[in-house]
């Protein structure tokens, strides 16, 4: 993907996507999820490698939503359910983009 022409003012939000599993794809929102797998792994063998994954995959959709490659991204803001971020920092780690953990898994969506 080209670079596009992103505003420099300020922070903005381009695109968002989700990467869910079984429970929440059965829920009522489940139509509105962009990824699910219904075996809650994503093709993993554990749980924390599940949630990387997620974080990858939902990264990815976004990404392609927005019609932008990862080095076009000046910060990337992530939180998860496991201790320390550790889900976002190994499913985040392959991507160019400077990264923030957050230490509230509600509050980052």
Known sequence: MGRKAISTR???VL???SAVGKKEFEGPLGD???V???TDRFGAPTF???ESE???MALNTALAKAQLADTDLGALFAGDLLNQCVGSAYGLLSFDIP???LYGACSTC
């Open 48 to 50: 924390e490698q599940s």
């Open 10 to 12: 300020g922070a903005c």
């Open 15 to 17: 695109a968002a996507a």
């Open 54 to 56: 997620m974080q990858r």
């Open 99 to 101: 990264y923030f953990g």
């Open 36 to 38: 699910h797998d219904v």
């Open 32 to 34: 509105k999820f962009d």
